[in-house]
């Protein structure tokens, strides 16, 4: 009775709620805001989500905001205790490449020992596991040969249709990713010489007169990608994300808002900026990506 009275007084005072908001926020959930349009199409700016921290394993623990770790990498992966690792598809949050306090949430493109190919018509993926796992696993999807391989064309944009290039965007200049990271190659940015990390982590490759970007991923590295894939800076230009940099998965939203970069909501009118998005408050991920189906061929986040 002594403990169980001890334990009601610790968690009733402030001493123990702190202490139990700091384990929450260290081993369960985290907060954060999507900043950019890189994901327009399944998750957008504005949309304030809880990370799962526990989805691919539990990561060092760090104090908020400051981002300092608050324990000994013991395992030398920032992570105590090791978990799943990402699987092909996923939505995963991270931290960059050289970049330890800043979070990206993009979709897992490819894992260790997948082969990447991105080309003027599109992203093609070659699993590890050969032909014999694209007949199974994407029967019906359209293939096509590189440097005598068959690789799969946007292997995840049937199942996910937020996936989409620049004509779905309503910027009036897209981006335009390919003919960027050409002339980014051009100027002597592959592998990512270029400064301050703006260069191209993909090698330039020419089979029977095609030119494309190539990339073999690491053991144990993915290949981030945003859906919004004209609008997007990830793994075609910072490299790959190894497991230590993997923080979670994003989990529900908790709040959304119209940001000055929300285009489709005319943001940029300062009567517009910062409207709630009440329909996508407190769904989960996975819900999210289902409402983008209802609107397949068009971008409309804000009626959702």
Not at 17 to 44: E, H
Not at 199 to 225: L, P, T
Not at 292 to 297: H, L
């Amino acid at each position: 009775m002594k403990i169980l009275r001890w334990i009601s007084n610790f968690v009733s005072s402030w001493t123990g709620a702190i202490v139990i908001v700091l384990c929450l926020v260290f081993f369960v959930a985290q907060g954060f805001i999507i900043p950019s349009r890189s994901m327009v199409g399944s998750l957008y700016e504005g949309d304030m989500m809880f990370v799962k921290k526990y989805s691919y394993g539990i990561t060092i623990p760090k104090i908020p905001w400051l981002e300092i770790p608050i324990l000994p990498d013991f395992h030398g992966n920032r992570h105590l205790i090791e978990g799943d690792r990402p699987k092909r598809g996923d939505i995963v949050v991270f931290n960059p490449p050289g970049d330890d306090k800043t979070y990206y949430v993009k979709r897992n493109f490819a894992i260790g020992g997948d082969k990447v190919i991105f080309a003027k018509d599109g992203m093609y993926l070659r699993p590890f596991e050969g032909d014999s796992y694209i007949d199974t696993h994407f029967k019906d999807y359209e293939t096509k040969e590189f440097l005598n391989e068959r690789y799969v064309k946007e292997p995840y944009a049937r199942e996910y249709v937020g996936i989409h290039y620049g004509e779905k965007d309503y910027r009036t200049e897209p981006f335009q990713s390919y003919e960027v990271m050409r002339i980014r190659a051009d100027k002597g940015g592959t592998n990512n010489t270029l400064p301050n990390n703006h260069g191209v982590a993909m090698d330039i490759k020419n089979d029977n007169g095609e030119e494309f970007f190539y990339k073999k991923i690491d053991e144990d590295c993915f290949f981030m990608v945003g859906d919004n894939r004209d609008n997007s800076e990830d793994s075609r230009f910072w490299g790959v994300v190894d497991y230590s940099r993997i923080v979670g998965q994003p989990w529900f939203t908790y709040f959304s808002i119209t940001l000055t970069d929300s285009i489709e909501s005319e943001a940029s009118n300062p009567i517009n900026r910062y409207k709630v998005r009440w329909k996508r408050m407190f769904k989960g991920i996975e819900t999210l990506q289902k409402d983008a189906q209802k609107f397949e061929g068009e971008i409309r986040p804000y009626n959702l």
